[in-house]
């Protein structure tokens, strides 16, 4: 009888576990991506917006080239990380930051390939055919964003074009009408005050 | 007296079988199919916090499996912090900060650690793998969770305090729960105290809870399902792994090894003996604790005309894994010098000692004659009984007086298990029992058929040092050359040496600041050669490389495991 209970019960955890990528969780998947099933943000990005309330803009992955993963997926408030892997350019090739300010250092102003943003430059350290480091800071209102690239292998900085592509930027206002939608206006993103 | 191949009848004592005789045995009763046993396997108190973990997993399936159960956890969480909210002041807000520390990894660091050392120091090693291991398991299935359902924080609510990662359910609540319920289930001793302790973890719990929800950091229901997880898993393994009624929390007296015997033990115990062996039991009580390690010794006081006792030992599945331990550890530090193979199940283990009472009974040696084993609960507890020397002392202790006639009946107990191919393999001054002028050897358990020569001469040399330590080595040593030879008096001072002595026997000689051993060689005509007693083999060095390879990946994962739980 016992045994039989917890079979069943064995038998509901798993079914309940195999359905999770059917939805049911809080705005699937569990990996900062920009889209989901036609909406904008995911949990981990609701997550980041309360990392960083103040942040007009928040880091998403857009589409991951084929080699790369995304990893270490770090939130606290005050501070985001994550990294993307490469089977190429090694693990942890390139590590994201996201917190209200950051440090240009000596970085170069280059034009913004996204809107509402201003976008810094810089390289840190070549070691010809074996390693690459550098970084690409995202200012914008209320946050900054930095990638910090080690690439190491003999292609040198060619694998940030990949990277400016694979990245992207969901605006706070979007991910606000996402979540709006999502609960049919039950779940605001924001406290009253910050939002008006 | 000359050695004898088969057991003479023991006519110059009283005749052994005599308790039986005297015993009262009716109303036996065989248990039918699908009854309990005397002492069913069941959780009590773990129960209720199992049927909440049931709910809690339940509703948890529920919002993993719909969006509009998860929207309506979450839309309830918030109606209930905007009332949280609501209450906000600056000094309310100061207090819930201050209270918030309850539950910060270094107060969960601190916790966590005082309770590591506190355990290692008493060296309660079961209660502190039990307590890592659950603590670890909460913050590694916390995180399991949390990942799975990547809960937000509070939404459209200011959060005031420190956090990190998904909200449900609350890590900080799960954590500091499970700590403190396994400090008390492992620290705090059965009685009233525990029961102040579980006050005070409610209220700490309640308190950092209402911090959490008032500053936004958790909703409510992320502290309460945060709490149900830190509760039930400790809580659990401490039950299964650690129960009170076995491994009880004491300090500065009584050996942990030994079970308790009241409460529902004690019934049945009670109960088995009378249904499974047809005694009435007037009296139940531990007797000889410190001299046993390996079960819990009782005496049984039989009702009859007169009443009269009987000796019994209690074994569990906590005995059964000692003994495992026991003998890797003997294998790792000598190799395998005889028969070492752990015992299977504790059924097997208590078999072994009722068949080695019975064959040491028979074959004529003055040890307790068998009364049978009882089913406790099936598979784990059994209870194994034997004739109980009613006024026997223990030959060690000051009253008995170790003449020619006792040393002759002690030796003569060597010469019988020699000529019937037994070996005792603990023969020290508690298991040499002297009543009326004769000698009785008990606690048979490690008794082994056809033994080596080696363990065989071990024995002589272990019972000519325990008679020596009461007499001379000179007495002693005459009166063995009337039962052996010179050549196998010489072999078993050969063959014995520090660690084949029982610990009580090489203390015994100890505090009289005599070496027996060497004053035994210098009576000896001639010397052997002193039988080394390591045993190199592959199977050794591999067993040592293995353990040795186990034991630092089991330290690495460890401290993998703790980093990764903020626990370092």
């Known amino acids: 009888m016992r045994r039989g209970l917890l079979v069943a019960l064995a038998c509901l955890l798993l079914a309940g576990c195999a359905q999770q990528g059917a939805g049911g969780g809080f705005l699937e998947p569990r990996e900062p991506a920009c889209r989901y099933q036609g909406r904008q943000g995911t949990a981990v990005v609701i997550l980041m917006a309360q990392a960083v309330p103040t942040a007009s803009q928040l880091p998403c992955v857009e589409l991951l080239p084929a080699g790369w993963t995304v990893s270490d997926v770090f939130v606290r408030n005050g501070r985001v990380r994550f990294s993307l892997d490469s089977d190429r350019v090694g693990l942890r090739a390139v590590e994201v930051v996201f917190q209200q300010f950051c440090t240009l250092g000596e970085a170069t102003r280059v034009p913004s390939d996204h809107p509402d943003t201003r976008r810094y430059q810089e390289v840190i350290s070549i070691e010809p055919g074996r390693r690459y480091q550098g970084a690409v800071h995202y200012l914008f209102q209320g946050g900054c964003v930095t990638y910090r690239l080690d690439f190491r292998s003999d292609e040198q900085a060619r694998p940030l074009g990949e990277v400016l592509l694979a990245l992207g930027f969901v605006p706070r206002d979007t991910l606000r009408q996402t979540l709006d939608d999502f609960s049919g206006g039950k779940l605001p993103l924001d406290p009253p005050a910050a939002s008006s | 007296?000359?050695?004898?191949?088969?057991?003479?009848?023991?006519?110059?004592?009283?005749?052994?079988?005599?308790?039986?005789?005297?015993?009262?045995?009716?109303?036996?009763?065989?248990?039918?199919?699908?009854?309990?046993?005397?002492?069913?396997?069941?959780?009590?108190?773990?129960?209720?916090?199992?049927?909440?973990?049931?709910?809690?997993?339940?509703?948890?399936?529920?919002?993993?499996?719909?969006?509009?159960?998860?929207?309506?956890?979450?839309?309830?969480?918030?109606?209930?912090?905007?009332?949280?909210?609501?209450?906000?002041?600056?000094?309310?807000?100061?207090?819930?900060?201050?209270?918030?520390?309850?539950?910060?990894?270094?107060?969960?660091?601190?916790?966590?650690?005082?309770?590591?050392?506190?355990?290692?120091?008493?060296?309660?090693?079961?209660?502190?793998?039990?307590?890592?291991?659950?603590?670890?398991?909460?913050?590694?299935?916390?995180?399991?969770?949390?990942?799975?359902?990547?809960?937000?924080?509070?939404?459209?609510?200011?959060?005031?305090?420190?956090?990190?990662?998904?909200?449900?359910?609350?890590?900080?609540?799960?954590?500091?729960?499970?700590?403190?319920?396994?400090?008390?289930?492992?620290?705090?001793?059965?009685?009233?105290?525990?029961?102040?302790?579980?006050?005070?973890?409610?209220?700490?719990?309640?308190?950092?809870?209402?911090?959490?929800?008032?500053?936004?950091?958790?909703?409510?229901?992320?502290?309460?399902?945060?709490?149900?997880?830190?509760?039930?898993?400790?809580?659990?393994?401490?039950?299964?792994?650690?129960?009170?009624?076995?491994?009880?929390?004491?300090?500065?007296?009584?050996?942990?090894?030994?079970?308790?015997?009241?409460?529902?033990?004690?019934?049945?115990?009670?109960?088995?003996?009378?249904?499974?062996?047809?005694?009435?039991?007037?009296?139940?009580?531990?007797?000889?604790?410190?001299?046993?390690?390996?079960?819990?010794?009782?005496?049984?006081?039989?009702?009859?005309?007169?009443?009269?006792?009987?000796?019994?030992?209690?074994?569990?599945?906590?005995?059964?894994?000692?003994?495992?331990?026991?003998?890797?550890?003997?294998?790792?530090?000598?190799?395998?010098?005889?028969?070492?193979?752990?015992?299977?199940?504790?059924?097997?283990?208590?078999?072994?000692?009722?068949?080695?009472?019975?064959?040491?009974?028979?074959?004529?040696?003055?040890?307790?004659?068998?009364?049978?084993?009882?089913?406790?609960?099936?598979?784990?507890?059994?209870?194994?009984?034997?004739?109980?020397?009613?006024?026997?002392?223990?030959?060690?202790?000051?009253?008995?007086?170790?003449?020619?006639?006792?040393?002759?009946?002690?030796?003569r107990i060597i010469r019988r298990l020699w000529d019937a191919g037994l070996a005792h393999r603990d023969i020290k001054p508690a298991n040499l029992l002297v009543r009326r002028g004769r000698v009785h050897l008990i606690d048979v358990f490690f008794a082994e058929v056809r033994p080596s020569p080696w363990r065989q001469a071990v024995d002589l040399a272990n019972m000519m040092l325990v008679l020596a330590t009461r007499s001379s080595p000179e007495q002693v040593y005459r009166r063995a050359r009337l039962q052996f030879n010179d050549d196998e008096i010489a072999e078993a001072f050969a063959a014995t040496s520090g660690i084949t002595m029982p610990s009580q026997l090489r203390k015994a000689m100890r505090e009289q600041g005599r070496d027996l051993h060497a004053e035994f060689l210098r009576l000896l005509p001639q010397w052997t050669p002193p039988v080394s007693i390591q045993r190199w083999s592959v199977r050794r060095v591999g067993l040592m490389a293995g353990v040795a390879l186990l034991a630092l990946v089991a330290l690495l994962a460890a401290l993998s495991t703790f980093e990764s739980a903020g626990l370092l």
């Not at chain 2, 004739?387 to 003449?403: N, P, T």
């Open chain 2, 1 to 411: 007296m000359e050695p004898t191949l088969r057991p003479a009848s023991l006519a110059e004592g009283e005749p052994v079988r005599t308790r039986s005789t005297r015993m009262a045995r009716s109303g036996r009763r065989r248990r039918p199919s699908g009854e309990a046993p005397p002492l069913p396997r069941a959780l009590i108190t773990g129960r209720y916090w199992l049927a909440a973990t049931g709910l809690v997993v339940l509703l948890w399936l529920a919002a993993l499996a719909s969006r509009t159960t998860n929207n309506y956890i979450l839309a309830f969480d918030l109606s209930l912090l905007d009332w949280a909210v609501r209450l906000r002041t600056d000094a309310l807000t100061n207090v819930m900060q201050t209270a918030h520390a309850l539950g910060s990894r270094w107060t969960i660091r601190v916790l966590f650690w005082s309770t590591v050392l506190v355990l290692l120091v008493f060296r309660r090693f079961r209660h502190l793998f039990v307590f890592v291991g659950a603590v670890v398991g909460v913050i590694a299935l916390n995180s399991l969770l949390a990942y799975l359902f990547m809960r937000p924080r509070p939404l459209g609510a200011e959060i005031l305090g420190h956090w990190t990662g998904a909200a449900h359910p609350s890590r900080p609540v799960a954590v500091v729960t499970a700590t403190l319920v396994g400090m008390l289930y492992s620290l705090v001793p059965l009685g009233r105290l525990r029961q102040r302790g579980k006050q005070v973890i409610v209220v700490l719990v309640a308190v950092l809870s209402l911090s959490l929800v008032y500053l936004a950091v958790h909703g409510p229901t992320d502290v309460v399902f945060g709490a149900i997880i830190g509760v039930t898993i400790p809580l659990v393994a401490f039950r299964m792994l650690a129960p009170n009624e076995v491994f009880p929390v004491t300090y500065g007296h009584g050996q942990t090894a030994h079970l308790d015997v009241s409460g529902r033990r004690g019934q049945a115990i009670r109960q088995g003996l009378e249904d499974q062996l047809g005694v009435q039991v007037a009296e139940i009580k531990p007797f000889g604790l410190s001299g046993s390690a390996g079960s819990t010794p009782l005496r049984v006081c039989v009702k009859g005309d007169p009443n009269s006792y009987l000796f019994a030992k209690l074994y569990a599945r906590s005995h059964l894994r000692a003994d495992r331990w026991y003998k890797l550890g003997r294998t790792l530090l000598y190799g395998r010098l005889e028969d070492e193979k752990p015992f299977n199940t504790v059924r097997r283990l208590v078999q072994q000692e009722d068949y080695a009472l019975r064959l040491l009974y028979g074959a004529g040696v003055r040890s307790p004659e068998p009364f049978g084993i009882v089913e406790i609960t099936p598979e784990r507890e059994y209870l194994i009984t034997f004739e109980f020397f009613d006024g026997a002392q223990e030959i060690g202790e000051a009253e008995v007086e170790v003449d020619d006639a006792i040393i002759d009946d002690g030796l």
